[in-house]
């Protein structure tokens, strides 16, 4: 059946008034939300998720905050969250909930001294993990108390590299590798194709890494549960342990449930027994902002973060390449900054595996 001309008029109207509406609701929400800060009690424990891979900056999405959408944490807001509740009298603890974090050892060894700046506030900071390897350990050790369930394991068995060498299938299938090589001794990108096993050179490199890993780790456990590293060494040796093991040589503190760690806390912070613990999470301390705490109100600096694979042109995101550093972004990032008479000076933060060499 035809729809008349008058009939069609009020589809359109009635079109155009229910995108009106949505748009006045959305707009409403997003003011809404914007206007409003968290509500943060006295001394309230802020409980900081340490879990998936912490870009070193992740974008905000409004919309998606508006209405309630989780919003991916970045690995410098999880930074900055614990220099916010350094100085924020209403915080009175801090609990790390460490759930596997997809980090390098770089950004533990940043986390860590985040951790101990905090440290020096005096407010009390608890880590819980319900398993641990060797980096959420070496980031617990930081931490006040370290907890596991009492079905918690703990593997902290150390460090090991391991190389792929395909040469051995090449040659079945008569394929010969034919490469340009400079620097034969520690340029050893084409060895998987061209040896069967590592050369001095790879060896070398890779046990020097190990080393300086190993050391630096072995020493950070020591000093943080008082311990030796001969101690430490020999405690890796014998890993795995369960969370009794764990407790019984003095890797972690207890071993409870989640709510006898805070009823450790509510003891800590002076509730009285039939108190609830008052928490509030990263995602909504976040948007307390900085300068509320008489943060960042000094000399300015700029910070240009540079995620991603690196690329010529203008850089992207999406679903298939990932993160994408574009030199043209980057160098009119550095110009811009560079020209701004209020920034004195400039860090840029690198978090690639590298690309193209001429961008």
Same mark, same amino acid.
């Given at each position: 059946?035809?729809?008349?001309?008058?009939?069609?008029?009020?589809?359109?109207?009635?079109?155009?008034?229910?995108?009106?509406?949505?748009?006045?609701?959305?707009?409403?929400?997003?003011?809404?939300?914007?206007?409003?800060?968290?509500?943060?009690?006295?001394?309230?424990?802020?409980?900081?998720?340490?879990?998936?891979?912490?870009?070193?900056?992740?974008?905000?999405?409004?919309?998606?905050?508006?209405?309630?959408?989780?919003?991916?944490?970045?690995?410098?807001?999880?930074?900055?969250?614990?220099?916010?509740?350094?100085?924020?009298?209403?915080?009175?603890?801090?609990?790390?909930?460490?759930?596997?974090?997809?980090?390098?050892?770089?950004?533990?060894?940043?986390?860590?001294?985040?951790?101990?700046?905090?440290?020096?506030?005096?407010?009390?900071?608890?880590?819980?993990?319900?398993?641990?390897?060797?980096?959420?350990?070496?980031?617990?050790?930081?931490?006040?108390?370290?907890?596991?369930?009492?079905?918690?394991?703990?593997?902290?068995?150390?460090?090991?590299?391991?190389?792929?060498?395909?040469?051995?299938?090449?040659?079945?299938?008569?394929?010969?590798?034919?490469?340009?090589?400079?620097?034969?001794?520690?340029?050893?990108?084409?060895?998987?194709?061209?040896?069967?096993?590592?050369?001095?050179?790879?060896?070398?490199?890779?046990?020097?890494?190990?080393?300086?890993?190993?050391?630096?780790?072995?020493?950070?456990?020591?000093?943080?549960?008082?311990?030796?590293?001969?101690?430490?060494?020999?405690?890796?040796?014998?890993?795995?342990?369960?969370?009794?093991?764990?407790?019984?040589?003095?890797? !972690?503190?207890?071993?409870? *449930? +989640? $709510?006898?760690?805070? #009823?450790? &806390?509510?003891?800590?912070? @002076?509730? %009285?027994?039939?108190?609830?613990?008052?928490? !509030?999470?990263?995602?909504? *301390? +976040? $948007?307390?902002?900085? #300068?509320? &705490?008489?943060?960042?109100? @000094?000399? %300015?600096?700029?910070?240009?973060?540079?995620?991603?694979?690196?690329?010529?042109? +203008?850089?992207?995101?999406?679903?298939?390449?990932?993160?994408?550093? @574009?030199?043209?972004?980057?160098?009119?990032?550095?110009?811009?900054?560079?020209?701004?008479?209020?920034?004195?000076?400039?860090?840029?933060?690198?978090?690639?595996? @590298?690309?193209?060499?001429?961008?």
């Amino acid at each position: 059946m035809a729809i008349s001309k008058t009939g069609k008029v009020l589809l359109i109207l009635g079109g155009i008034a229910l995108v009106l509406i949505i748009a006045i609701i959305i707009g409403a929400v997003l003011i809404t939300r914007s206007l409003g800060q968290p509500s943060v009690p006295n001394n309230s424990v802020l409980v900081l998720n340490i879990s998936g891979d912490l870009p070193d900056y992740a974008p905000e999405e409004p919309l998606a905050k508006a209405f309630g959408i989780r919003q991916k944490q970045s690995f410098t807001s999880l930074l900055t969250q614990l220099r916010k509740a350094k100085v924020d009298d209403r915080i009175g603890a801090v609990l790390l909930d460490i759930d596997f974090p997809s980090i390098g050892w770089g950004k533990a060894e940043e986390l860590r001294d985040a951790i101990k700046e905090f440290k020096s506030s005096g407010k009390p900071i608890y880590a819980w993990m319900e398993m641990g390897t060797n980096k959420e350990y070496y980031l617990a050790t930081a931490a006040d108390k370290i907890f596991l369930p009492p079905s918690g394991d703990l593997y902290i068995n150390g460090f090991a590299a391991e190389a792929m060498f395909y040469k051995g299938s090449l040659d079945k299938l008569g394929i010969d590798a034919d490469v340009i090589q400079i620097g034969p001794k520690y340029k050893n990108a084409p060895d998987e194709y061209t040896k069967k096993e590592m050369g001095d050179g790879q060896r070398e490199v890779i046990n020097a890494v190990l080393d300086e890993y190993f050391g630096r780790y072995t020493a950070g456990i020591a000093e943080a549960r008082k311990k030796s590293v001969d101690d430490v060494k020999g405690l890796i040796d014998a890993a795995p342990y369960n969370a009794t093991q764990a407790k019984a040589n003095g890797l !972690i503190d207890d071993a409870v *449930y +989640r $709510d006898q760690l805070e #009823d450790d &806390l509510k003891g800590r912070l @002076g509730y %009285k027994q039939d108190d609830k613990l008052r928490t !509030i999470s990263g995602g909504s *301390y +976040r $948007d307390i902002p900085s #300068d509320s &705490l008489g943060l960042n109100n @000094g000399e %300015k600096i700029a910070v240009i973060f540079a995620s991603g694979a690196i690329a010529s042109g +203008r850089s992207s995101s999406g679903p298939l390449n990932g993160e994408m550093v @574009g030199s043209d972004t980057v160098i009119q990032a550095l110009k811009d900054a560079t020209d701004d008479k209020g920034i004195k000076a400039i860090i840029l933060r690198v978090d690639s595996p @590298g690309g193209s060499a001429l961008a």
